[in-house]
């Protein structure tokens, strides 16, 4: 047998002093904490969905990298202007999730897309210019959401 009780359930004060507590932390808080909250949530999981960091590799997800990198991208000029500066660091953690995205999918793709023995990212012959499209664009190197 067990000496394990079941657990109390939270009295009616005790529920109405966390409530209140909540309550106090929605007037201080405001949506651009949450906005960059979420953002670094969302820097922090594209990159242990690399699988680069030691004791990630079995939770790799490319697709959720990419997601990560979309939503970022959607959220980060909400509050780049009122950052200031330190919006750089949040710009450069995504430009390294997108690299490693990049250098990711290549390789899943059959390119070794930097890897031992393979050409690197600078090695790789430039795609086929589009029409209307720019030379970091038609270099196949710029990000462009939906590609």
């Given at each position: 047998m067990s000496?394990?009780?079941p657990p109390?359930?939270?009295?009616?004060?005790e529920?109405?002093?966390a409530y209140?507590a909540?309550e106090?932390?929605?007037?201080?808080?405001?949506?651009?904490?949450?906005?960059v909250?979420?953002?670094?949530?969302?820097l922090?999981?594209?990159g242990r969905?690399?699988?680069?960091?030691?004791?990630?590799?079995?939770e790799?997800?490319?697709?959720?990298v990419r997601q990560?990198?979309?939503a970022?991208?959607?959220?980060?000029p909400?509050v780049?202007e009122?950052?200031?500066p330190d919006?750089?660091q949040?710009?450069?953690a995504?430009?390294?999730l997108q690299?490693?995205y990049a250098?990711?999918s290549g390789?899943?793709?059959?390119?070794?897309?930097?890897?031992?023995?393979g050409?690197g990212?600078?090695?790789?012959?430039p795609a086929?210019a589009?029409p209307?499209?720019?030379p970091?664009?038609?270099?196949?190197r710029l990000w462009?959401?939906?590609?």
């Amino acid at each position: 047998m067990s000496d394990q009780q079941p657990p109390q359930q939270p009295s009616e004060e005790e529920l109405r002093a966390a409530y209140e507590a909540y309550e106090a932390q929605l007037k201080r808080i405001t949506v651009d904490d949450v906005l960059v909250q979420t953002i670094a949530t969302l820097l922090d999981l594209g990159g242990r969905r690399t699988g680069l960091a030691p004791g990630t590799e079995d939770e790799r997800d490319l697709a959720q990298v990419r997601q990560a990198v979309e939503a970022v991208r959607g959220l980060l000029p909400l509050v780049e202007e009122r950052l200031g500066p330190d919006a750089g660091q949040l710009r450069n953690a995504l430009s390294q999730l997108q690299i490693a995205y990049a250098r990711l999918s290549g390789a899943e793709r059959g390119g070794d897309a930097g890897g031992e023995g393979g050409q690197g990212p600078g090695d790789q012959a430039p795609a086929p210019a589009q029409p209307g499209t720019g030379p970091a664009q038609s270099s196949g190197r710029l990000w462009v959401p939906g590609q």
